[in-house]
Each structure stands twice: as structure tokens, then as C-alpha cells.
């Protein structure tokens, strides 16, 4: 094939793409026209898609489960590696073996940690990109054999006491409470990260505040202001 000929079919085709349709619009150009469609129908499909997500997941996180004596297990930390924290909190890891993935949640689940411990944090990237739960435990209670158990540190129960555990969210975080002469004290609480691209949305920020100002072991009950009240004698003194 000659030059003479290339050149003779590059201009038909110039000269189809350019040859003018019944609405005076060239073949080229509504070829690019409908192609810009599909990719904005495309995309505002998946927006959509995204935001329906979203508003699911929203909606699941505002639910909280009746206090039961069993725990709910949302998946099984066995084969889970434990790390320690600065302040007694353990993660338990086991999404990434080489770390090539981040857990998308990172952000808000440094956010809680420093809500509990009143500080910020140092960085905990290498145990929140893998970690699938994260155990706290609060002033006077020892972490038990399991995430959501959390024993007393004198290690002795009065008769009649025991432990009740609630769901927040849809599984995403659990409160263990311990209750002694009919009143109930925070022991801790588990975080659960069911997938390594867990929206933040899944962990109310509310609830842990909620958490946090429940009654303490030993302590007075934090108000809402983050001061502790004035504890009065039995004669309002």
C-alpha cells in the first residue's frame, strides 16, 4: 500500500468523522459528546451508590442493643496478634501480614483513643492499619482472658456482683459494664473493625462521650462539662 492511498483513506475518514448529521452536530463530535455522558452517568451512579452507603451506615451506627449477660462476638479474636498501648489499651491485629493496605477508619480511631486518654497520642499507624479490635480498659479494672473481659484489680468480687455487656452500632463498639450492690460501673469497652476499609462512620464519637461519663470504679461520675462533681456525705455536707 502506497502513500498516495494511506493518505486517500485518512481523508475519508477526516472527512466521515467531520460530514455534518441531520442535526448539523459532526460524527466526531457527538461521539465525544456521549462518551462525556456515560462517564458523567457512570459517575453519578456511583455517587449515589456511595452516598446511599453512607446513609446506611449512618443509620446503623445510631442503634444500641439491650445490656445482656453474654457477650456478643461479632468474629473471633483467636489468631490475632496483641500489642500493647501506651496507656493499657490493646489492639488486636491481623488484617495486613506485610502492612500493604491501611485501615481507612485510622484517623477516627486515633480520634477516639485521644477522647479517652485525654491526650494526644503518639503515632499508632503500625497497630491501627491492622488492628480488628481495640480493648480498653478504665481505672480499676485489669484486662481479662478476653477483648470485651475486664476484671477488678483487687481481683475480688463481692457476692451478687457480675458483668453485663451492650452493642453500640451495628457490632462496632461494646461496653462490658460491672454492676456491685445494684449499681453499674464502666469496666471498658472493645472497638471491632469488621474490614480494613471501615468507614469512620461506624464509630460514634457520641457513644464513647456517653461511655466516658458513665460511673467510674472508685471514681466520681464525669459531667458533662468534663469536670468531676462535688461528692456530698449522706448528711449533704
Same mark, same amino acid.
Given at each position: 500500500?502506497?502513500?498516495?492511498?494511506?493518505?486517500?483513506?485518512?481523508?475519508?475518514?477526516?472527512?466521515?468523522?467531520?460530514?455534518?448529521?441531520?442535526?448539523?452536530?459532526?460524527?466526531?463530535?457527538?461521539?465525544?459528546?456521549?462518551?462525556?455522558?456515560?462517564?458523567?452517568?457512570?459517575?453519578?451512579?456511583?455517587?449515589?451508590?456511595?452516598?446511599?452507603?453512607?446513609?446506611?451506615?449512618?443509620?446503623?451506627?445510631?442503634?444500641?442493643?439491650?445490656?445482656?449477660?453474654?457477650?456478643?462476638?461479632?468474629?473471633?479474636?483467636?489468631?490475632?496478634?496483641?500489642?500493647?498501648?501506651?496507656?493499657?489499651?490493646?489492639?488486636?491485629?491481623?488484617?495486613?501480614?506485610?502492612?500493604?493496605?491501611?485501615?481507612?477508619?485510622?484517623?477516627?480511631? %486515633?480520634?477516639?483513643? @485521644?477522647?479517652?486518654?485525654?491526650? /494526644?497520642?503518639?503515632?499508632?499507624? =503500625?497497630? &491501627?492499619?491492622?488492628? $480488628?479490635?481495640?480493648?480498653?480498659?478504665?481505672?480499676?479494672?485489669?484486662?481479662?482472658?478476653?477483648?470485651?473481659?475486664?476484671?477488678?484489680?483487687?481481683?475480688?468480687?463481692?457476692?451478687?456482683?457480675?458483668?453485663?455487656?451492650?452493642?453500640?452500632?451495628?457490632?462496632?463498639?461494646?461496653?462490658?459494664?460491672?454492676?456491685?450492690?445494684?449499681?453499674?460501673?464502666?469496666?471498658?469497652?472493645?472497638?471491632?473493625? %469488621?474490614?480494613?476499609? @471501615?468507614?469512620?462512620?461506624?464509630? /460514634?464519637?457520641?457513644?464513647?462521650? =456517653?461511655? &466516658?461519663?458513665?460511673? $467510674?470504679?472508685?471514681?466520681?461520675?464525669?459531667?458533662?462539662?468534663?469536670?468531676?462533681?462535688?461528692?456530698?456525705?449522706?448528711?449533704?455536707?
Amino acid at each position: 500500500m502506497n502513500s498516495t492511498t494511506i493518505n486517500s483513506t485518512i481523508k475519508i475518514l477526516n472527512d466521515t468523522l467531520n460530514q455534518p448529521t441531520m442535526e448539523g452536530v459532526t460524527i466526531w463530535e457527538a461521539t465525544s459528546l456521549g462518551f462525556t455522558m456515560r462517564v458523567i452517568y457512570v459517575l453519578s451512579i456511583l455517587m449515589m451508590f456511595l452516598g446511599i452507603i453512607w446513609i446506611y451506615e449512618w443509620v446503623q451506627s445510631t442503634k444500641a442493643s439491650e445490656q445482656s449477660i453474654t457477650p456478643t462476638i461479632p468474629f473471633e479474636e483467636e489468631g490475632l496478634t496483641v500489642h500493647n498501648g501506651d496507656h493499657g489499651e490493646k489492639f488486636y491485629c491481623g488484617y495486613n501480614d506485610v502492612g500493604q493496605r491501611k485501615n481507612r477508619s485510622m484517623n477516627t480511631l %486515633r480520634e477516639i483513643l @485521644e477522647m479517652v486518654y485525654d491526650t /494526644r497520642l503518639r503515632d499508632y499507624g =503500625e497497630f &491501627l492499619q491492622d488492628a $480488628r479490635i481495640i480493648s480498653i480498659k478504665m481505672p480499676g479494672f485489669e484486662n481479662g482472658g478476653k477483648c470485651h473481659e475486664f476484671v477488678l484489680k483487687n481481683g475480688t468480687m463481692p457476692s451478687g456482683s457480675g458483668f453485663s455487656y451492650q452493642m453500640y452500632g451495628d457490632n462496632a463498639i461494646q461496653v462490658t459494664r460491672y454492676y456491685e450492690n445494684g449499681v453499674g460501673y464502666i469496666a471498658g469497652f472493645c472497638i471491632y473493625i %469488621r474490614m480494613e476499609y @471501615e468507614w469512620g462512620i461506624r464509630f /460514634r464519637k457520641a457513644f464513647i462521650k =456517653e461511655i &466516658l461519663e458513665s460511673r $467510674r470504679y472508685g471514681r466520681p461520675v464525669r459531667s458533662r462539662s468534663g469536670k468531676f462533681p462535688i461528692v456530698k456525705n449522706e448528711e449533704g455536707m
